[in-house]
């Protein structure tokens, strides 16, 4: 496998419509309660050319033999001004998608090195995630590349 990282462009929206929707339907069948299934477009047109737009955000896919087979969408985030809070500037992952046929061949690891150099790039040494629970497989490879739980979400049904 040869896989060659890129930034994403326009011409990538139907390729990652179908990665998103992939996300998509596994965190819905995971947490329906959380989650729905999508008709149409796994992300509209504007979604996109907005993300693309935004200099404090990046959209890197994974590409195989010319075919998507996983993205990371980050963007930087600062903390509130409030006086409790340490000021920080950091990049917040907010997704990644692996093709269910790639998944457990570096794909996912190689997406994340890929974040960890544009926070580099830009001056940034700090990167954060949000990983559901049950998603066992990519708090594991997080865990292996370092991170750890800062914070934790907990809920009670009434």
Same mark, same amino acid.
């Given at each position: 496998?040869?896989?060659?990282?890129?930034?994403?462009?326009?011409?990538?929206?139907?390729?990652?419509?179908?990665?998103?929707?992939?996300?998509?339907?596994?965190?819905?069948?995971?947490?329906?309660?959380?989650?729905?299934?999508?008709?149409?477009?796994?992300?509209?047109?504007?979604?996109?050319?907005?993300?693309?737009?935004?200099?404090? $955000?990046?959209?890197?896919?994974?590409?195989? /033999?010319?075919?998507?087979?996983?993205?990371?969408?980050?963007?930087?985030?600062?903390?509130?001004?409030?006086?409790?809070?340490?000021?920080?500037?950091?990049?917040?992952? /907010?997704?990644?998608?692996?093709?269910?046929?790639?998944?457990?061949?570096?794909?996912?690891?190689?997406?994340?090195?890929?974040?960890?150099?544009?926070?580099? /790039?830009?001056?940034?040494?700090?990167?954060?995630?949000?990983?559901?629970?049950?998603?066992? $497989?990519?708090?594991?490879?997080?865990?292996?590349?370092?991170?750890?739980?800062?914070?934790?979400?907990?809920?009670?049904?009434?």
């Amino acid at each position: 496998m040869n896989i060659l990282l890129r930034a994403a462009t326009q011409e990538d929206y139907e390729a990652l419509c179908v990665l998103f929707a992939q996300g998509d339907r596994f965190h819905y069948q995971a947490l329906p309660e959380f989650f729905r299934p999508v008709e149409g477009p796994a992300r509209t047109q504007e979604f996109f050319s907005e993300m693309l737009a935004n200099e404090d $955000a990046a959209l890197f896919v994974a590409e195989n /033999e010319g075919a998507l087979v996983g993205l990371i969408r980050c963007y930087v985030h600062s903390t509130p001004q409030v006086p409790v809070v340490v000021t920080r500037r950091f990049v917040h992952i /907010e997704d990644m998608v692996v093709d269910e046929t790639f998944r457990h061949q570096g794909v996912g690891q190689a997406l994340m090195e890929r974040v960890h150099q544009w926070a580099q /790039e830009i001056g940034l040494t700090e990167v954060e995630l949000g990983v559901w629970e049950f998603n066992t $497989a990519a708090r594991s490879l997080y865990e292996k590349m370092g991170y750890r739980t800062t914070r934790r979400v907990m809920r009670k049904r009434l």
